[in-house]
């Protein structure tokens, strides 16, 4: 069960997203996520599209790749689609199986949110695809350093994302261990009534608990014992570069936030 | 400031949460929101560690997600799902955990059925309040009708309720010997 999950999903290359400054990402998809709600017409999700097939061609990440993070929401989209057909009577009636009737407006407005759901999930998978775990924490505390004035403990936020990070993938390799030992002992994940299963995670999330805490107490005192002393005065082995790949990438997406303010309805 | 005891428990507790998000949800086939073991860490979070390390062990979990990775069930993440129709009670997460540690700091004698009740009210009613509005909004649908979709959880939510509860007394009394994470108030 636990094969299957990649964290992070990274997919090593050298294209030229997978060079961008990780702050230039995190700033586009921040950017990206509030302009997709401009738009309302086709010509802007006509363009919103044309920009993301763009992007993720530049990725050369595999199609596949994308697609794995695509499923998980395909049905939700599916939903929101169903539901706007269902719910939303304006405009005229398309077409009509008995009493079911579909409007022209409940068509359009459903296919309008889902291509929104698409394209903010693919732009934001692509992140992952094309960034490493640690860049993105990395990133993430350069950007979010001003707001160390209003006393927000930056550095020790992105320590512990790093650090929870690292350790996913380590507690799932403990999990899969617990398991092992409690079916061997006869407890049965996988069958039986609801309430025997209910019953089945306790002698699995008590161990898990305990040993994790422990780990968490282990790291504690090794941080304390190398000299860890928090984020002031702290070098970096990994720098950050801001080239100019950057500011246009950034130019780019301003450019069109602008279009999309001049073409939607 | 956070001591680096605190930290490393907030760290992991974040990296709990994904794991239990990785075991298998269960599907419902009539609303987007999945059943999962994730809100089942809401509720630890809550009963096991401190007010603030509850919270900033949610919080750290929420920041991970909206910067990419995909931890929420099914594979989901990014910040996307910050406009998708989860949004409302994936916020309510570190505010529900916050609430149900100081509920139960508060209680005098700590057991399974109070645990349980301090579950219902800040795990299970506080989340669908902030959850529910938001997303009738992000979907376009009207509150009753997010409202009748949340009622599937229900029954599966008094269970996570009731087994997190469970759960709780027994990593704390496993763990009793530590001294660093269980106090009062904090």
Known sequence: ?265 | MLKLIDMMHIAIFTALMAVLGFMPPLFLSFTPVPITLQTLGVMLAGSILRPKSAFLSQLVFLLLVAFGAPLLPGGRGGFGVFFGPSAGFLIAYPLASWLISLAANRLRKVTVLRLFFTHIVFGIIFIYLLGIPVQAFIMHIDLSQAAFMSLAYVPGDLIKAAVSAFLAIKITQALSLSDTMFTKGG
Not at chain 1, 8 to 31: A, W
Not at chain 1, 139 to 158: D, F, S
């Open chain 1, 1 to 265: 069960m636990m094969d299957s999950m990649i964290i992070g999903k990274y997919v090593p290359g050298t294209s030229l997203v997978h060079r961008l400054d990780p702050r230039t990402k995190l700033i586009t998809i921040f950017l990206f996520v509030c302009i997709v709600f401009l738009a309302n017409n086709v010509q802007t999700y006509a363009l919103l599209g044309l920009f993301t097939i763009g992007v993720v061609s530049l990725t050369r990440v595999p199609f596949s790749f994308l697609m794995k993070g695509l499923k998980p929401i395909i049905w939700i989209v599916l939903f929101t689609f169903l539901l706007h057909i269902l719910m939303t009577h304006e405009g005229p009636i398309i077409f009509q199986i008995g009493f079911f009737k579909v409007y022209e407006g409940g068509l359009v407005q459903g296919i309008f949110i889902s291509l929104r759901f698409v394209y903010l999930i693919l732009i934001t998978t692509l992140l992952t695809l094309t960034t490493t775990p640690i860049e993105i924490t990395d990133g993430m505390e350069q950007l979010l350093n001003p707001l160390k004035k209003l006393k927000l403990p930056v550095h020790e936020l992105a320590l512990m994302m790093s650090i929870s990070l690292r350790f996913i993938p380590t507690l799932m390799e403990e999990t899969d261990k617990i398991m092992k030992a409690q079916m061997a002992r006869g407890v049965d994940f996988t069958s039986g009534p609801v309430k025997e299963r209910v019953k089945a995670i306790v002698p699995l999330l008590v161990p898990l608990f305990v040993s994790a805490f422990k780990r968490a107490e282990e790291l504690a005192v090794a941080m304390e014992a190398r000299g860890y002393q928090g984020g002031e005065g702290r070098t970096k082995y990994r720098k950050l570069v801001w080239t100019g790949k950057d500011t246009s990438v950034i130019v780019s997406l301003i450019v069109l936030a602008a279009l999309l303010f001049f073409l939607r309805a």
